[in-house]
């Protein structure tokens, strides 16, 4: 990959992007904690399969292979997020999820186009206003952070070959991410 940043490593990570930008750290490390690991009916497990899922959409492999770890840690099989980017209608996931996974998709890939329908597929399967917006937020964030990723050219992560799920990270904070790389 080319350097985009001269004033990042050759091969950068996020610690090292925010490291180096640390301006907005704190505030965009809260709204993930906020947003991810805040009270919701949406689970934690199923806020991690949302980010991985739209990070899949977006092809950034960094956020998408952290968030398949992430869902994996908090008991999402890791084969669920390759089999929803196959065929979401057919993959294994919970149907009443679904629907909030079909929102997402299109308010990644086609946000003007998001109609009443949408949302009522969502609200249909059992869903409260506050779960849809949870998840409009967990979309938003990560496309977000995905742009940061991408645009600063942050590689993907070595591959995790942990056979014992209760040894993933879990990311429990990201704001205890940002005092452990030493930018809070």
């Not at 629907?99 to 086609?110: A, E, F, G």
Request: charged content about 20%.
């Amino acid at each position: 990959m080319s350097q985009l940043f001269p004033s990042l490593p050759d091969a950068p990570l996020l610690a090292d992007v925010f490291r180096r930008f640390p301006a907005a750290v704190r505030p965009l490390l809260e709204l993930n904690d906020a947003v991810m690991r805040g009270e919701s009916e949406l689970s934690v497990a199923q806020r991690e399969l949302i980010a991985a899922y739209v990070s899949s959409l977006n092809a950034c492999r960094f956020c998408l292979d952290a968030h398949v770890v992430f869902a994996r840690a908090h008991g999402i099989p890791e084969p669920l997020v390759a089999a929803m980017l196959e065929d979401l209608d057919s993959a294994g996931v919970d149907d009443r999820l679904r629907p909030i996974l079909h929102y997402v998709h299109k308010l990644t890939l086609s946000p003007s186009r998001m109609v009443e329908a949408d949302a009522r597929a969502v609200h249909d399967a059992g869903w409260s206003e506050e779960a849809l917006f949870d998840a409009v937020q967990v979309c938003a964030v990560f496309n977000l952070m995905n742009r940061i990723v991408e645009g600063t050219g942050v590689q993907p992560l070595p591959a995790t070959n942990v056979a014992d799920d209760s040894a993933l990270p879990r990311m429990d904070s990201y704001v205890d991410f940002g005092r452990r790389i030493g930018v809070i």
